[in-house]
Nanobody
Framework: QVQLVESGGGLVQAGGSLRLSCAAS????????MGWYRQAPGKQRDLVAR???????SYADSVKGRFTISRDDTKNTVYLEINSLKPEDTAVYYC?????????????WGQGTQVTVSS
């Protein structure tokens, strides 16, 4: 089992920045990759950034150049730095951990953190 707790969301003006945090606990040795999804009202949940246990990162095209995912293994925490925020970035941001292997592979989700960008 992996537990994820997000923090760092809030209300920010367009053009501002935020740093989201996702602290992992439990069977962290089983984590293959972690990432961030977001879900705006009435829309599907979409992947925005991902980082593997080896440190390889990937981003959705819509956020490249503005979002940066990173990890601090000493704190078992993954971060999402969001710059030049736009109103369309308003969403609930969820942390995800890809854990296990084979038939035991599964995803764990955090509870989400709200990001609201005012114009």
């Amino acid at each position: 089992q992996v537990q994820l707790v997000e923090s760092g969301g809030g209300l920010v003006q367009a053009g501002g920045s935020l740093r989201l945090s996702c602290a992992a606990s439990g069977s962290i040795f089983s984590i293959n990759a972690m990432g961030w999804y977001r879900q705006a009202p009435g829309k599907q949940r979409d992947l925005v950034a991902r980082i593997t246990s080896g440190g390889t990162t990937s981003y959705a095209d819509s956020v490249k150049g503005r979002f940066t995912i990173s990890r601090d293994d000493t704190k078992n925490t993954v971060y999402l730095e969001i710059n030049s925020l736009k109103p369309e970035d308003t969403a609930v941001y969820y942390c995800i951990a890809d854990s296990g292997a084979g038939w035991g592979r599964r995803d764990y989700w955090g509870q989400g953190t709200q990001v609201t960008v005012s114009s």
